[in-house]
Nanobody, 129 residues
Framework: QVQFVESGGGLVQPGGSLRLSCAAS????????IAWFRQAPGKGREGVSC????????HYRDSVKGRFTISRDTAKNTMYLQMNSLKPEDTAVYYC??????????????????????WGPGTQVTVSS
């Protein structure tokens, strides 16, 4: 069972950028897919972006399309989330987890943490002037 440790969060002004990292305890090629999730205070956990290992396809929540980019470094067993043009509504704790499918269940609405595996402690992203 792959476990993740997220890092790279911080305080950034609106319009700024951050790159998050998600280091895995094992091979990131083993899971069907790996997704980035986030949870803002008082809100449910939602999928932000997803990477499918079978075809290297990437998928995004509508609200982050064109601003966020998911990528991976298989040599380092690390996933990344490049976040540009950040908005205050992007403020949240960001997490990684393995997924069985990068579909609407992951990238729309909210998810139950119990449905996915490998959660790390998360990394806080705060977008504020």
């Amino acid at each position: 069972q792959v476990q993740f440790v997220e890092s790279g969060g911080g305080l950034v002004q609106p319009g700024g950028s951050l790159r998050l990292s998600c280091a895995a305890s094992g091979s990131i090629l083993e899971p069907y897919g790996i997704a980035w999730f986030r949870q803002a205070p008082g809100k449910g956990r939602e999928g932000v972006s997803c990477f499918e290992n079978n075809d290297d396809s990437t998928h995004y929540r509508d609200s982050v399309k064109g601003r966020f980019t998911i990528s991976r470094d298989t040599a380092k067993n690390t996933m990344y989330l490049q976040m540009n043009s950040l908005k205050p509504e992007d403020t949240a704790v960001y997490y990684c987890a393995t997924v069985l499918f990068c579909g609407r269940a992951v990238l729309t609405g909210t998810v139950a943490a119990s449905e996915y595996r490998g959660w790390g402690p998360g990394t806080q992203v705060t977008v504020s002037s």
